[in-house]
């Protein structure tokens, strides 16, 4: 059974400060990984999403790799803000029905 | 509209009570999932559907809950008889997905919160 593990629960960190956030999953046999962010109250806002044949993705001062073979990725969030305050979600999708497995998520608070 | 779109975004009730929740997918898109998010809890999948087969209910957690998806759009996911374990968030999302083809982005709807009192 697949389970996804998020590293740290929450982190706290000073504005501009670089920051990664990581994932682990058990079944490396994944179609595709996709971060997540999720504001109190709100639903999810898709970030970036990893085909299983990808490296990484970037989108402006995010970056998220995937290391398939040992079941890693990491966000990498450059020159962090505090609009960048929400929760993280990673979430594989491993199965042919496309539904997502999720970890609990990082509680990420950046300071002004 | 462009999203996913849910209603109510607030339902409180009573234990014993049904409840209907309501997803819009966005449109064209064939694949829709159903979700729950527990306090404290990860997001935990409910069931989904592609197209008009058959949906996969392997993530109802009881008989109290069943899910339709009328024309291959609008959902309702139906809870029977609610229990206060039943309070969540409920979240759905749709994707292009094709059957037998690469994944695409699942993009959400905002929630109904249900509380059962």
């Known amino acids: 059974k697949q389970e996804v593990t998020q590293i740290p629960a929450a982190l706290s960190v000073p504005e501009g400060e670089n920051l990664v956030l990581n994932c682990s999953f058990t079944?490396?046999?994944?179609?595709?990984l996709q971060w997540f962010r999720q504001d109190p109250g709100k639903g999810l806002t898709s970030l970036l999403l990893?085909?299983?044949?990808?490296r990484e993705q970037t989108s402006g001062r995010l970056n998220a790799s995937l290391d398939k073979s040992s079941g890693r990725s990491t966000l990498y969030i450059a020159a962090s803000q505090p609009g960048d305050s929400a929760t993280y979600l990673c979430?594989?999708?491993?199965?042919?029905?496309?539904?997502?497995?999720f970890g609990k998520g990082t509680k990420l608070s950046v300071k002004p | 509209g462009a999203g996913v779109s849910q209603s109510p975004s607030n339902k409180v009730t009573e234990k014993g009570k049904d409840v209907e929740l309501r997803c819009d997918p966005i449109?064209?898109?064939?694949?829709l999932y159903w979700y729950r998010q527990s306090l404290g809890q990860g997001l935990e999948f409910l069931i989904y559907?592609?197209?008009?087969?058959?949906?996969?209910k392997s993530g109802l957690p009881s008989d109290r809950f069943s899910a339709e998806r009328t024309g291959g759009s609008v959902s309702t996911l139906t809870i029977q008889r609610t229990q206060q374990e039943d309070s969540a968030v409920y979240l759905c999302?749709?994707?292009?997905?094709?059957?037998?083809?690469?994944?695409?982005?699942?993009?959400f709807g905002p929630g109904t919160r249900l509380t059962v009192l």
């Open positions: 999302a749709s994707s292009s997905r094709l059957a037998g083809v690469l994944t695409d982005t699942q993009y």
């Open positions: 079944d490396s046999a994944i179609y595709n």
């Open positions: 990893i085909q299983s044949s990808q």
């Open positions: 979430a594989v999708d491993g199965g042919s029905q496309g539904n997502l497995i």
């Open positions: 449109s064209g898109h064939t694949a």
């Open positions: 559907f592609q197209g008009n087969s058959a949906p996969d």
